[in-house]
């Protein structure tokens, strides 16, 4: 007998009306990925033959799920997740086991899927199910004798069976060739005129089949996504649940529910992250980075030593070790600081490299810029690297100090050793170290009144 592999089917063809928004719920964020995208991961993690993905637009879903191997099956006219099931098993072997999943319920976790693969192994079919206190909105396992017989729908149940604790979480395990069977056999008599999957159940119950059920390790891992609140209710769980990873790894959170991981967080030890922190995207922290509060941090590499000051924001960017960066400091990307480089207040750094102990502290900002070591930049200093058609590159050799409120107009390259007056509007090269500075008159005005908002009548 052939060895059956897995094949896992997402369900992600709804059109979630109910999120009042142009785009599938599937797609909506959570946690910084979308609500697809986490079902994708915990599927891949059980190592699939395939996966297979039921959507109902292909324009949106393909477009923002990329570089991921998938099988999508189109579902033009949803009619239930009987069709959707069917449209995606029916191309099977008989010798696959099938996990169906949901596209709108991302917490579902590897170790309850795993549980139905064991639990497979003693019957045709094995479900997801929880006992809830209150099981309103789900369908209720029937069971007889103790052994289950059928699922009923929440809106077709009887007042006896709205009573039933026990609901389905509509995820479940069961061999294709079974499937296919099942699935060709039901019908949509009911109050939606849908064809459910749930009616599967009954009909390997009446083919004596002993059906098995497991449950979640914890009821969240079931929770479904229609709607803005439950999209917000999700959100606080999985937040709730990186931090807490976080702070049994040894992460100092100075304000645990005002902190925010939208990504990824790879850290050394000691690190501290002050109230009001937002990290998105992949994030590493070497050992004993400090980051202040109101921080928004995308996408970047701090190395060890560095403090990130209150309100300052990081993309794209990497910094190395022993760096000074903030207040209110704005780093874009392509931004590469070598160690002990000082950014401080209101600086705005774009596709720039900062060589060691170079210091650009207050008002300035430097784009397209190689920026020598031991350089100190003065205060409202720029570069200007945009000739209204080009990006162009400024580039300063070691230990040049530039005066506050100069002009480095690009393309333009400043010798090491320079000196730069205050005030100074650069048009060309300086190659050889000196004193650079524009001429500039001071003159008087002599009986100068200063203009008033008040006036004598």
Not at 188 to 204: M, Q, R
Not at 210 to 223: D, G, R, W, Y
């Amino acid at each position: 007998m052939l060895k059956k592999e897995i094949v896992v089917v997402i369900l992600a063809a709804g059109k979630g009306s109910r999120m009042k928004s142009n785009y599938p719920k599937v797609l909506h964020s959570l946690g910084g990925k979308t609500i697809l995208e986490h079902v994708i991961q915990t599927a891949k993690s059980i190592k699939p033959k395939k996966i297979i993905i039921v959507y109902s637009n292909i324009k949106l879903i393909s477009s923002n799920i990329d570089n991921i191997p998938m099988e999508w099956v189109i579902q033009k006219n949803p009619q239930g997740t009987g069709q959707a099931i069917l449209l995606a098993v029916q191309t099977l072997s008989n010798y696959e086991d099938v996990v169906v999943l949901y596209g709108d319920v991302p917490l579902i976790s590897v170790e309850s899927i795993k549980k139905l693969q064991n639990s497979k192994k003693k019957s045709k079919i094995s479900l997801l199910t929880a006992k809830l206190k209150n099981p309103k909105g789900y369908g209720r396992v029937l069971r007889q004798k103790g052994e289950v017989i059928g699922i009923v729908e929440e809106q077709d149940t009887t007042l006896e069976q709205k009573n039933i604790k026990e609901i389905y979480s509509g995820v479940f395990m069961a061999n294709s060739e079974d499937l296919k069977r099942w699935l060709r056999k039901i019908n949509n008599k009911n109050k939606k005129k849908e064809f459910y999957a749930t009616d599967i159940i009954s009909l390997s119950y009446l083919e004596n089949n002993f059906i098995t059920t497991v449950q979640p390790s914890n009821f969240e891992e079931i929770l479904g996504v229609n709607n803005k609140l439950q999209l917000s209710i999700l959100e606080d769980i999985f937040q709730k649940k990186q931090i807490n990873t976080l702070l049994m790894a040894g992460v100092t959170l100075k304000d645990p529910s005002h902190f925010i991981l939208r990504g990824t967080l790879k850290h050394g030890k000691n690190i501290e992250i002050d109230t009001g922190v937002v990290l998105e995207k992949n994030i590493i922290l070497g050992d004993d980075v400090t980051i202040g509060p109101g921080c928004i941090i995308k996408n970047s590499i701090i190395d060890s030593k560095t403090n990130i000051k209150a309100y300052t924001i990081i993309e794209n960017a990497k910094i190395g070790k022993n760096c000074t960066i903030g207040p209110f400091s704005h780093l874009r990307s392509n931004t590469l600081l070598d160690k002990d480089v000082q950014i401080g207040n209101f600086v705005e750094i774009k596709d720039s490299t900062i060589k060691i102990k170079s210091k650009v502290k207050h008002l300035s900002y430097l784009g397209n810029s190689e920026i020598g070591a031991k350089v100190n930049i003065g205060a409202g200093s720029i570069t200007c690297n945009y000739d209204g058609a080009n990006k162009l590159k400024t580039i300063i050799g070691d230990n040049v100090l530039v005066g506050s409120n100069t002009q480095l107009i690009a393309p333009i390259t400043i010798a090491k050793d320079t000196t730069i007056a205050a005030g100074t509007t650069l048009t060309k090269d300086v190659n050889t170290s000196c004193l650079v500075y524009n001429k500039k008159e001071q003159k008087y005005k002599k009986n100068w009144i200063r203009p008033s908002k008040f006036y004598k009548k």
